[in-house]
């Protein structure tokens, strides 16, 4: 009784996160008389025209290079770097340690309005809006945290005898993290990677004043400001949000052992 409790329990709540997204799938796909048609329609006719319009006429194909460029940037900088500071935090025992990890999950907790100016200000300061390099920088400090964090945990957890049986045979400092240290964390690191990445593909603040420039803007923005003359192009907003989503569904189906890993491990050890 208790199981099939918790599974519908379990099922409810998946089918109120997914509703949603459901809804605009089934949109997508929907004729434009059934996107207006009072009551709404729930089948729809899998008119195929919304997608083909969001990538040809929206130019969906230059946001999705865009997102995915700014996302990997933004993974590769904030892992390399949220990597070698989890490292530095777990090996030399410092006793503030829980002090910083503290501090960082306290930046993490600043809603981004609050540091949007100062952002921004910085950016024009340099010449960096309406760049790559501009978002990228954006992003890395709000995806920090959340990567030293994940891989702090992992750090802490890897038996030191073996780091340090590889430093007596003759392997520097960085040979043994990068051939010990990082191999063993890899679920932890391979996880931090994942979450970075969902985060910059999905941001949508900075993007939005910091990527002004319709050639430079990322999916959730050129979404957004998809253009309609008289009425909101509901058919193919929907079908690029669809289309958006696929590729953070199939990273996460593909890798999802991987993922389940990564973070299951970090609880349990942590």
């Not at 409810?12 to 059934?34: C, D, E, G, N, R």
């Not at 709000?142 to 073996?162: G, M, Q």
């Not at 400001?225 to 008289?230: A, N, R, T, V």
């Amino acid at each position: 009784m208790k199981k099939l409790l918790f599974s519908l329990y379990v099922t409810a709540i998946a089918a109120f996160s997914l509703i949603p997204f459901l809804w605009f799938v089934l949109t997508s796909w929907k004729s434009p008389v059934q996107i207006t048609a009072i009551p709404p329609e729930l089948v729809p006719d899998f008119h195929w025209g919304f997608y083909r319009s969001a990538l040809e006429s929206y130019g969906l194909l230059g946001y999705i290079r865009n997102s995915a460029l700014v996302a990997s940037a933004t993974t590769l900088v904030s892992i390399a770097i949220g990597s070698l500071t989890a490292y530095a935090l777990t090996r030399f025992h410092s006793a503030w340690l829980k002090f910083y990890l503290m501090l960082l999950l306290c930046v993490s907790m600043f809603p981004q309005i609050a540091i949007a100016g100062p952002v921004w200000r910085i950016l024009n300061g340099l010449g960096w809006l309406n760049t790559y390099q501009g978002i990228v920088a954006a992003y890395i400090p709000l995806s920090l945290p959340l990567a030293i964090w994940i891989l702090t945990t992992f750090f802490k957890e890897l038996p030191y005898e073996i780091e340090e049986a590889a430093l007596v045979d003759g392997c520097t400092r960085l040979q043994a993290l990068w051939r010990v240290v990082f191999p063993l964390a890899a679920p932890g690191i391979f996880t931090a990677s994942i979450l970075v990445f969902i985060f910059a593909w999905n941001e949508f603040f900075f993007a939005l004043i910091v990527l002004t420039s319709p050639g430079l803007q990322t999916l959730p923005v050129g979404i957004a400001l998809f253009p309609g003359e008289y009425t909101m192009p509901w058919g193919e907003i929907a079908a690029a949000s669809t289309i958006a989503t696929l590729p953070l569904i199939a990273l996460t189906l593909v890798f999802q052992r991987r993922i389940i890993r990564g973070l299951s491990a970090g609880a349990v050890k942590g």
